[in-house]
């Protein structure tokens, strides 16, 4: 399971004790936010997304969504994201836990401008009923992140 992958990868960092899991789905930033009782907006929500040969994860807050033209201007190509069934084949993570932790070679993290207002943000860790709180820096490390991209638009 994908979820015991990221938490061997959390055990390493020695945070695997801050990991939440639920006994009901937190598959949606909906059902995340009601499961953590927070707002949706600090949900980091894992978008995945063909670039080329590569893949790349684009973790944005709960509340915005992709803007087609930002991402083309910065990936050159249209977005498309990958299907139900190449998520876990490509990611290591099935939707609805697609996650930027312990992710497959060929994966490229990007975090969007829109998770930076927040302190603490909850993204998935591996399955559709976990998420962990961190901080922003936190993030960064933990994510191996590519750099800082703005593709996204308030809904």
Request: glycine share 8%; hydrophobic share 45%; aromatic share 8%.
């Amino acid at each position: 399971m994908a979820i015991e992958r990221v938490r061997k990868f959390f055990e390493e960092k020695g945070i695997a004790d801050r990991i939440h899991e639920f006994d009901v789905s937190s598959a949606t930033v909906e059902l995340a936010a009601q499961a953590l009782g927070c707002e949706g907006c600090r949900i980091a929500k894992t978008l995945s997304f063909h670039v080329g040969e590569r893949v790349a994860l684009i973790v944005a807050a709960g509340d915005v969504k992709i803007d087609n033209h930002k991402y083309k201007e910065e990936f050159a190509t249209k977005a498309k994201m990958l299907s139900f069934d190449e998520a876990e084949p490509l990611i290591g993570h099935a939707v609805g836990g697609v996650c930027p932790f312990a992710v497959n070679d060929g994966v490229d993290v990007y975090l969007d401008e829109s998770l930076k207002r927040f302190e603490t943000v909850f993204p998935a860790c591996g399955s559709a009923n976990s998420a962990i709180e961190l901080t922003i820096p936190e993030l960064e490390d933990l994510s191996g992140f590519v750099k800082w991209v703005d593709v996204c638009k308030s809904c």
